[in-house]
């Protein structure tokens, strides 16, 4: 009864999904928009949005587990798992559909020839690069907690 699904929330393992998660994500929202005007494109905006959902979701979450590894018991409420399984699976959704936008935005003005400033495209490529990252992250941290909800059900 004591073990808990590797990834779930208040495990080691969450603590270093979330970390990495806020950084891809303030990766991707950094490259997206420090110097450079990505409000012309609605998809660039659509990344910068749902990025900018994705970092205090992502913090907050790696607080709550640095509390539950400072406190050494992890959080095993059916009712708050399923509030973050939800969560990390519409942040996960928003993220993708996110950075597919932002690669075929890209890909669009690369080939458009001369269309795209030089520097600006590798920005927008490493930005939609960092959100896949991210997406990576959140979907495997949500489905560690869907498969930690399934075994707190089971017992």
Same mark, same amino acid.
């Given at each position: 009864?004591?073990?808990?699904?590797? $990834?779930?929330?208040?495990?080691?393992?969450?603590?270093?999904? +979330?970390?990495?998660?806020? =950084?891809?994500?303030?990766?991707?929202?950094?490259?997206?928009?420090? $110097? @450079?005007?990505?409000?012309?494109?609605?998809?660039?905006?659509?990344?910068? #949005?749902?990025?900018?959902?994705?970092?205090?979701?992502?913090?907050?979450?790696?607080? @709550?587990? =640095?509390?539950?590894?400072?406190?050494?018991?992890?959080? +095993?409420?059916?009712?708050?798992?399923?509030?973050?399984?939800?969560?990390?699976?519409?942040?996960?959704?928003?993220?993708?559909?996110?950075?597919?936008? #932002?690669?075929?935005?890209? /890909?669009?003005?690369?080939?458009?020839?001369?269309?795209?400033?030089?520097? =600006?495209?590798? +920005?927008?490529?490493?930005?939609?690069?960092?959100?896949?990252?991210?997406?990576?992250? #959140? /979907?495997?941290?949500?489905?560690?907690?869907?498969?930690?909800?399934?075994?707190? +059900?089971?017992?």
């Amino acid at each position: 009864m004591d073990e808990i699904a590797p $990834g779930s929330v208040g495990s080691l393992p969450s603590l270093s999904l +979330r970390l990495g998660q806020a =950084v891809f994500s303030t990766a991707a929202l950094l490259f997206m928009s420090v $110097g @450079v005007e990505f409000y012309s494109y609605t998809s660039f905006c659509f990344l910068v #949005t749902s990025m900018g959902l994705l970092i205090p979701w992502s913090c907050f979450l790696a607080v @709550v587990d =640095v509390y539950s590894l400072f406190l050494g018991c992890p959080l +095993r409420l059916p009712g708050a798992i399923i509030l973050i399984v939800v969560g990390d699976w519409v942040l996960s959704l928003l993220s993708l559909g996110a950075a597919c936008a #932002t690669a075929s935005v890209v /890909a669009l003005l690369i080939s458009a020839n001369g269309y795209c400033p030089p520097g =600006v495209c590798g +920005r927008y490529q490493l930005s939609a690069a960092m959100a896949f990252l991210s997406w990576f992250l #959140t /979907a495997s941290s949500s489905l560690f907690n869907l498969w930690s909800l399934a075994s707190l +059900r089971l017992l």
